[in-house]
DNA sequence: TCAAAATCTGACCGATCGGTCAATTAGCCT
DNA sequence: AGGCTAATTGACCGATCGGTCAGATTTTGA
């Protein structure tokens, strides 16, 4: 049975990741939550607390998955690289709204410790893939593929008809895998498993 | 000698590339610019107007581009495809804070005539590279490859350190052509040309 | 020169923003 | 039943938002 404070985190996720944090007003997610606005100030004290409550989650299980996998297992040919990545992806639809407001608003939300700590953790990522390496060609690998999935997943102009989260998980799983190889592009390897094409 | 609607235009692409349109005031684009409110509201109408007239410009060149290259010559196999690709890099970067905008704050700015105008160009492009097939795949790919490029041009939390335009107008060509080539993929061919790594 | 046109500004407007607070209601424990 | 706490609310606050307007200033052109 979810509570009057689980509703406000749900209705504020989704209107957050739709009209931005700017763009949303806490008197639109009282009224989608059925509750004043008096009401969501009482269980989060700021826009800024209920905002942090959103993401919060999303980024405590980023934050496991990296403790898990560890920044030794991720050399640069490693096969540990694997199943980070497989992680990463899981960790991308799981989280796609949240991942959505970190990618596209982190930079009109500066100052905001949650997002701040966001910042912090892709930029650890980034040092997983670049290491010691660093080229430019690497640094644009990694930032199309962050950037790129999270705009895909947020189903932007460029929609996914069915929702087939299958599907969808494997062809990122192909794309990305693509991107981040060091050296050779692995794509025809696990080509096709989910829709018949 | 640059007029005073040039400086707010100038200024506003800067400031609702950084903060957003919604978390940008007049107040801000006027102070910046060395002038009052209301002069800005002399030049242009409404701050939707003055959204407008800085993206116009990006939205009128991709026209040219579009109909530049023409349907019929992209072709999934076509030679014009690598036309089209560098022109559209090359349109990415001198656009890149117009782009910025457009892809990341689109879904919030709906009902903005100039926003609209630009998801159906992103549409349009869309169905350039997609054609009959249409995979999941593909469409991820295209995805990623489009919001990527946006949202490494816009320097996030994945910082590039030298804006080094050469190397990095070379980098993202060879990682879109890999995206979005139809079948194999063409890094090895034009691997280094910018920096010496 | 001088009036017409273009440019610029401070004062002001209604609306909405995030946030506070006292008062009311609902649930719980003994 | 009765008291205690948690939950909810409407009224209200100062600040800021986009936008209007009358008037001052500058530029232009015949």
Same mark, same amino acid.
Do not use: C, K, N, W
């Given at each position: 049975?979810?509570?009057? /404070?689980?509703? =406000?985190?749900?209705?504020?996720? #989704?209107?957050? $990741? /739709? $009209?931005?944090?700017?763009?949303?007003?806490? #008197?639109q997610i009282a009224d989608r939550a059925g509750v004043s606005k008096a009401t969501v100030l009482y269980h989060f004290t700021s826009k800024e607390v209920l905002l942090e409550a959103v993401l919060s989650p999303a980024l405590d299980q980023l934050d496991g998955i990296l403790g898990q996998v560890g920044l030794a297992g991720l050399q640069r040919g490693g096969q540990s690289r694997t199943e &980070?990545? %497989?992680? &990463?992806? @899981? &960790? =991308?639809?799981?989280?796609r709204s949240a991942v959505y407001i970190f990618v596209n608003q982190a930079t009109?939300?500066? @100052?905001?410790?949650?997002? %701040?700590?966001?910042n912090a953790e892709i930029e650890l990522i980034s040092r997983y893939f670049e290491e010691n390496v660093g080229s430019v060609e690497e640094k644009v690998r990694f930032g199309? +593929?962050?950037g790129g999935a $999270?705009? =895909? =997943? $947020?189903? +932007?102009?460029?929609?996914?008809?069915?929702?087939d989260l299958g599907a969808l998980r494997t062809a990122l799983l192909n794309v990305l895998s693509d991107l981040l190889a060091p050296s050779a592009p692995s794509r025809s390897t696990t080509r096709s498993t989910g829709t018949a094409d």
């Open positions: 049975m979810p509570t009057t /404070a689980d509703d =406000l985190r749900r209705v504020a996720l #989704q209107e957050f $990741a /739709a $009209a931005g944090y700017l763009g949303t007003s806490l #008197q &980070f990545l %497989e992680r &990463f992806v @899981d &960790f =991308l639809l799981e989280h009109s939300l500066v @100052d905001i410790p949650v997002v %701040e700590r966001a199309v +593929a962050l $999270a705009y =895909l =997943l $947020a189903g +932007a102009p460029v929609s996914m008809p069915e929702p």
